[in-house]
């Protein structure tokens, strides 16, 4: 339980970072605004045409009479929609974070710039053009993997009362994990570690993860709230990923500094 809410400090934290420095939080913006205006205009489409093509694509149900045609086509436009809404909600962070490598580059190394005791940054030495394909492959493989789950989580829940209480529960703990690791991924990567590793790392504490990943699923889910949110959510996931890595941090330090002052003075 410790950990729980020791990753969500860390979400907290994040976003005290960016309100300290605003300009990183204005360009952190970007990126954010251009996906959600992708994504709005996908939904408005899918919403405008999506029976067009659930008739396209059901043509056996034609010589149906009524009112079965109807229930039947309505059914599977809402499936479609509710499909539409969770692929937007699993790969909102991953599409963004893609447009806006550069900008969150900068942001986690600001971060891992102010609190490291040396006032130093890790840095990949990789050219940008190699930094986006790997950042790209991974967040396919990523995205494969919550939309995996997210089928199975969508089935599932048409199972009488389970569907309906503990299936949503556990839909937001992984959807908590995947974006935690999407969002590490930025610092991470910078370190040179590998996707196979970054997920055996954050599996070793995934309460931590939870912490962090699953408030902000949930905020997520408001619209507009994810554009505001993301540049303080990369910074906190800086934060988190230092400590996955036993990383200390100007506040270690001071913190270490002052209970050796206790123990000498006692």
């Known amino acids: 339980m410790r950990d729980l809410g ?3 400090k860390y979400l907290i ?3 005290k970072w960016v309100a300290r420095h605003g300009r990183q939080y204005e360009f952190g913006l970007v990126p954010g605004l251009i ?3 992708l994504y709005l205009a996908a939904l408005v489409a899918l919403a405008v045409w999506g029976d067009d093509f659930v008739a396209w694509a059901t043509p056996f149900a034609d010589d149906w009479s009524s009112p079965w045609l109807g229930l039947f086509r309505g059914f599977l436009t809402v499936v479609l929609y509710a499909l539409g809404l969770l692929l937007a909600v ?7 974070l893609l447009i806006g490598q550069p900008f969150y580059e900068s942001l986690s190394e600001q971060v891992d710039r102010d609190v490291s005791p040396d006032g130093t940054a890790p840095e990949s030495g990789l050219p940008l053009w190699r930094e986006l394909w790997i950042s790209g492959r991974d967040s396919l493989r990523i995205v494969v993997r919550a939309l995996c789950w997210g089928v199975l989580l969508f089935a599932l829940g048409f199972v009488p009362v389970a569907g ?3 299936v949503p529960v556990l839909g937001f703990f992984v ?3 995947f974006l935690t690791e999407e969002l590490t991924a930025v610092a991470l990567q910078r370190r040179g570690v590998e996707l196979r590793d970054r997920l055996a790392l954050l599996r070793s504490r995934k309460t931590l993860v939870w912490g962090f990943g699953t408030p902000l699923s949930l905020a997520f889910l ?4 994810a554009v505001f949110l993301m540049p303080g959510a990369v910074a906190g ?14 506040e270690d330090s001071s913190e270490a500094d002052e209970s050796e002052e206790e123990n000498v003075s006692a």
């Open 222 to 225: 408001v619209p507009f709230v």
């Open 13 to 15: 934290k994040g976003q």
């Open 35 to 37: 996906t959600l205006v």
């Open 90 to 96: 699993l790969t909102f962070t991953a599409v963004t």
């Open 164 to 166: 309906q209480t503990v």
């Open 6 to 8: 020791a990753g969500f």
């Open 175 to 177: 959807t908590g994990f």
């Open 237 to 250: 996931a800086t934060l988190m990923a230092r400590e996955l890595l036993g990383e200390e941090t100007e």
